[in-house]
């Protein structure tokens, strides 16, 4: 009998010995994927549910014009009051000037945070417009002014005035502020906000590299060698540590205008990273710029000096240009493309984050109608503590003579914010009005768009773009919501479809172009691995865009004597058609596919059209960054909770074997003492 009892007490020791390591393992494989101890995890943050169906129907009334408020502070005021009137001036530095006066230096600090105009030096950054490109002697003249001259192309010029030197003059008794003295010199056209071009957002081979059948040209030995690429993006974190492994070993960087976020953003590194998967063998040049005009300019010089023969961009401006390839960034494309580089550009994520309408006043109110005459502001979710982007133009880019005001309220209808640009036909305008604003909360906000005292015609489209943002989705409109210059015929604009399936992702921008071109003209792989966004999975047509740049590098192997437009014809040929037959504007000629590899590359200039293949994703889905196998797309939540489940379960098995050996222990400790 007593031998029975240690057999049964032998077994439960090994039970309890065999809970307690396999407890232990998964608790380790637990953590090792980011799960937390149920004490360990912080209190989940209460999140607002809110619905687009509950809005109220508000009126509203503008608020009074600058020009109506610089006649109330004119007598006491009388420099504020001219700066108010000043035409030359972007209306968010009257509301600084404004707010400065009214509020002091901190109710003014905190609206230059707000609208994003204060950079981290303390300085309040403006772009100079010229009428000429002779920036030399002005550039003297605003650096005796004590303004910093941050850098300068063609007729532009990045200025940023410290916030002391503004300090200094309100305080003295006959104000002469110095934006008031910039804007009377020579050759001085407009002091406007910064126009700023926005990112498009495993340690494994990337999916799309077998998605797009580069890796049978890989085995080919064409793997881009001798072709220079340039990588154009807004900031390269974490490069270094990847050289030799998910970057090549040697890589050439330059930066230009203000280098803040060179080592924050790790955006153009993942980029980098997709085209070095895509042609392994091909040289990289990385360009960083702050995402102005001015910065934009000086690094696509230097590529062009460089060499390159590709350039992937997965950046884009938003609502600044026609959106008919003649915008700013445009104009860089065709420049680079007529020195034989074949631009790839991501489309943009903006499909979800766009509205599209005729301008209508049903009700007389000088305010338009978003779909119907109750509904005069468009309402969406803002995000908190992050600068969101809310421009509104419309088709006036000739004249520029159709004067509207663009206004931004919360969702009891109070007025946070309001745009009120020059639109008289003078020259440096732009039919355009908006808002960078970081929202103190995640909440409803909404946006109306003003005739003042009915003076436009009324007759305008406007398109309007917010940033991130959830647009009421009665109000989405997908057509149009190309960034730029995705836009322009010179660019191969690319968008994006989820690797595993070949779905269009909703987010990917679609055309046609104002001027009725289709838009984007090939679709790529996104949802992909990455080291640099690890372990969450590299989404957007920033993803798909260096997938196709990467394809190129090795087309220009195989056939070196190609012409930007011999590649481009080449890609489209081959890709995989999706969505309605032919080109379109949600997949352009398709998905990209490479195809079969030239035999002999060295010799084969002319290769004939190869059959178009369908090909399924030959790499095992990556699972806990959202590729489920069903194919369906777990959320970040989704993966958090599975992995906390297995936490849970490791730390139960272990708790099963404590209790077991507790229990031996006390069995033992009975047969001591009976």
Not at 299 to 314: C, P, T
Not at 596 to 614: F, K, M
Not at 625 to 650: K, M, N, Q
């Amino acid at each position: 009998m007593n031998n029975l009892k240690q057999q049964h007490l032998i077994i439960a020791g090994v039970v309890a010995t065999i809970l307690l390591v396999i407890g232990g393992s998964i608790l380790a494989y637990g953590a090792s994927k980011g799960g937390k101890l149920p004490w360990g995890k912080p209190s989940p943050t209460p999140t607002a549910k809110f619905s687009f169906t509950d809005m109220p129907d508000l009126k509203i009334t503008p608020p009074p014009s600058l020009d109506e408020v610089a006649d109330q502070v004119r007598k006491d005021y009388p420099e504020l009051a001219k700066l108010l009137e000043n035409p030359e001036l972007s209306s968010v530095y009257k509301d600084f000037y404004l707010a400065y006066k009214n509020g002091g230096r901190d109710a003014a600090v905190a609206l230059a945070k707000q609208r994003g105009i204060l950079n981290e030096e303390d300085q309040i950054e403006m772009t100079l417009v010229l009428d000429t490109e002779d920036t030399a002697p002005l550039v003297k003249e605003i650096e005796a002014e004590k303004v910093i001259v941050n850098g300068t192309y063609k007729n532009l010029i990045n200025i940023a005035v410290p916030l002391t030197l503004i300090d200094e003059q309100l305080k003295a008794e006959s104000p002469n502020l110095v934006v008031e003295r910039i804007s009377n010199m020579k050759h001085v056209i407009r002091l406007e906000f910064p126009k700023k071009a926005v990112p498009q957002k495993g340690i494994v081979l990337g999916q799309g590299v077998n998605v797009s059948m580069a890796s049978t040209w890989h085995a080919q030995g064409i793997k881009g060698q001798g072709i220079k690429v340039g990588i154009l993006d807004l900031g390269f974190g974490g490069y270094k540590k990847l050289l030799g492994k998910e970057l090549p070993k040697n890589i050439t960087l330059k930066a230009f205008g203000n280098k803040s976020d060179l080592n924050k953003e790790v955006h153009g590194t993942a980029c980098a990273e997709i085209v070095h998967e895509m042609a392994p063998d091909a040289e990289l040049y990385l360009a960083y710029y702050d995402g102005s005009d001015v910065s934009m300019g000086q690094a696509v010089e230097w590529l062009i000096s460089q060499g390159v023969k590709i350039v992937s961009n997965s950046t884009n401006s938003i609502g600044t240009t026609p959106l008919d390839g003649s915008g700013f960034s445009a104009k860089l494309v065709e420049e680079a493309y007529n020195n034989g580089i074949f631009w790839v550009n991501s489309a943009g994520n903006y499909a979800e984050r766009h509205y599209r309408g005729k301008f209508q006043d049903k009700d007389s109110d000088n305010l338009h109608d978003f779909n119907s005459p109750k509904k005069d502001m468009l309402a969406f979710i803002g995000g908190e503590g992050f600068k969101t982007r809310i421009i509104l133009s419309w088709d006036d880019w000739d004249k520029v003579d159709q004067d509207y005001n663009f206004l931004l309220y919360d969702e009891e209808g109070t007025l946070l914010a309001k745009s009120e640009e020059s639109q008289s036909g003078s020259s440096g305008e732009a039919p355009l009005e908006g808002f960078v604003y970081e929202f103190d909360s995640e909440a409803i906000y909404q946006v109306a768009i003003e005739n003042p005292d009915g003076k436009a015609r009324g007759d305008a489209t406007f398109d309007l773009f917010i940033e991130p943002s959830e647009i009421d989705p009665k109000l989405i409109i997908a057509e149009h919501s190309l960034g730029s210059p995705a836009d322009t015929e010179k660019a191969f604009s690319v968008g994006a479809t989820h690797w595993d399936g070949d779905r269009l992702e909703l987010y990917s921008s679609q055309g046609p172009t104002t001027d009725g071109r289709v838009k984007p003209d090939i679709a790529a792989p996104s949802k992909v691995d990455t080291a640099s966004y690890s372990p969450e999975s590299f989404a957007g047509t920033s993803a798909s865009a260096p997938h196709v740049a990467g394809a190129a590098a090795l087309v220009l192997q195989a056939y070196p004597d190609y012409t930007p437009s011999d590649v481009a014809r080449f890609l489209q040929e081959r890709a995989l058609d999706l969505g309605a037959s032919g080109a379109d504007n949600e997949f352009g000629a398709g998905r990209l596919n490479l195809g079969s590899a030239p035999d002999n590359p060295e010799i084969s200039t002319t290769p004939a059209p190869t059959p178009l293949v369908e090909v399924l994703p030959t790499s095992t889905p990556y699972h806990g960054r959202g590729e489920p196998e069903s194919g369906e797309e777990l959320s970040s939540e989704d993966v958090e909770a599975l992995v906390d489940l297995v936490i849970f379960t490791g730390l139960c098995l272990v708790c099963l074997g404590g209790l077991v050996i507790v229990g031996l222990a006390i069995v033992g400790l009975m047969f001591l003492f009976l």
